[in-house]
């Protein structure tokens, strides 16, 4: 079975810092992999995906993503942080081939970013 | 262009009461999915429809949950005699793809059941 391991719960970054936001997945064929970000009061939204093309794999607001088969790590950067990201992260992994529909989510991390 | 939509937004029940979720995708959108999200968890997948056909239910956690898309398009979750576990954030999510792991979400209802 697929799964994704969100390692820290909480992070904390001040504003013009860099973003490290760790996930590890478990997988047994090849995986698609994905990170959506989750504000207050509005919708899951895709930040970028990882479907066996590119390792290293942008995403929107500067946010990228690189997939590291040896160490079954997508671990989620930002050179510079902004008040904007404050949100709650949650890394994917997709189910399987048969049923590639059916997302399974990470607990989720949740990013605080100092003045 | 308009999203994905949920109503209501807030749902308070008293336990064993019954309640019925509304989501409307995107419009012409085929896909559409259900999750339901714990306080402090992520996502669980609950249940798929490719358009007016429920595909894969095997994320609901008990025969009280029942969701229908009869014409393809607007979508109803139903739990029937709410439990207190039953207190999540309930996600609606539509595709215009078949089977498609990529998906626009809702902002969701929160239920509490008391």
């Known amino acids: 079975a697929q799964s994704v391991t969100q390692l820290d719960s909480h992070v904390s970054v001040s504003e013009g810092t860099p973003v490290l936001l760790r996930c590890n997945y478990s997988s047994s064929y090849s995986p698609s992999l994905f990170w959506y970000v989750q504000h207050p009061n509005k919708g899951l939204q895709l930040l970028l995906k990882y479907t066996s093309a590119a390792t290293l794999v942008k995403g929107i607001n500067g946010f990228e993503a690189e997939f590291k088969k040896s160490e079954t790590s997508f671990h989620l950067t930002k050179p510079s942080a902004h008040m904007s990201d404050a949100a709650e992260y949650f890394c994917?992994?997709?189910?399987?081939?048969?049923?590639?529909?059916?997302?399974?989510f990470g607990s989720g991390t949740r990013l605080l970013v100092r003045p | 262009g308009a999203g994905v939509s949920q109503s209501p937004r807030y749902k308070v029940a008293k336990r064993g009461q019954d309640v019925a979720l509304r989501c409307d995708p995107i419009?012409?959108?085929?896909?559409l999915f259900w999750y339901q999200q714990a306080l402090g968890q992520g996502p669980e997948f609950l249940t798929y429809?490719?358009?007016?056909?429920?595909?894969?239910k095997s994320g609901l956690p008990s025969d009280r949950f029942f969701a229908e898309r009869p014409e393809g398009s607007v979508s109803t979750l139903k739990i029937q005699r709410t439990q207190q576990e039953d207190s999540a954030v309930y996600l609606c999510?539509?595709?215009?793809?078949?089977?498609?792991?990529?998906?626009?979400f809702g902002p969701g209802t929160r239920l509490t059941v008391t």
């Open positions: 999510a539509s595709s215009p793809l078949l089977q498609a792991y990529e998906q626009y």
């Open positions: 429809f490719q358009n007016e056909a429920q595909l894969d």
């Open positions: 419009s012409g959108h085929v896909s």
């Open positions: 994917v992994v997709s189910d399987g081939e048969d049923s590639s529909y059916k997302l399974i």
